[in-house]
């Protein structure tokens, strides 16, 4: 395999054909001044899809061998980890948004309705894409974040919940 180097400055200005082409920005950003508010600026800033514990689960995943595909739209509630050979979908939850049972779910103090609504709507659409996903013969697989922070626990539950519990069949 042959290893390329990037062309330095001087070569790519001499031959402009050699210039490397820049990455697409994955996500465009805008500057906090054009936000009506920090809170709607901070809120924009949180993501749904490649969070920092969904990759953690990603890379265990992949480190166990397990092999998926990612946010498969066609399955109910579109799970962040599809494996489709054990008929398994895993979703990362987060814990402020899912409501898990410790110290990263806590209520904001502004604004109690609208969050308690909100909350409760998160709960009942993941209990529902839960159903739904049972009814077409998928098992679903929660993982939540305090749970991805440390690697050795996750290797653990990853085994636990998705190698021991359906061994692939081919």
């Not at 969070?51 to 109910?76: I, N, S």
């Not at 489709?84 to 410790?102: E, K, N, P, T």
């Not at 159903?131 to 098992?139: A, F, I, N, Q, S």
């Amino acid at each position: 395999m042959a290893v390329h180097r990037r062309a330095s400055v001087r070569a790519r200005s001499k031959r402009p054909h050699l210039k490397v082409a820049r990455r697409a920005a994955a996500r465009t950003h805008r500057s906090k001044d054009t936000y009506p508010s920090l809170r709607s600026w901070t809120m924009a800033q949180v993501r749904s899809k490649n969070t920092t514990p969904e990759m953690a689960v990603r890379k265990a995943a992949h480190a166990l061998g397990l092999r998926f595909r990612l946010h498969r739209k066609d399955l109910p509630g579109t799970p962040d980890l599809v494996f489709s050979s054990r008929r398994i979908a895993l979703f990362v939850h987060g814990c402020f948004w899912h409501r898990h049972d410790c110290r990263r779910a806590s209520m904001p103090a502004s604004n109690v309705e609208y969050w308690t609504a909100k909350f409760d709507r998160n709960i009942r659409r993941d209990a529902r894409a839960a159903v739904d996903l049972r009814e077409v013969g998928w098992r679903c697989v929660r993982i939540w974040e305090c749970e991805a922070n440390d690697p050795r626990k996750l290797v653990r539950i990853l085994r636990r919940k998705v190698v021991a519990r359906s061994p692939k069949t081919r």
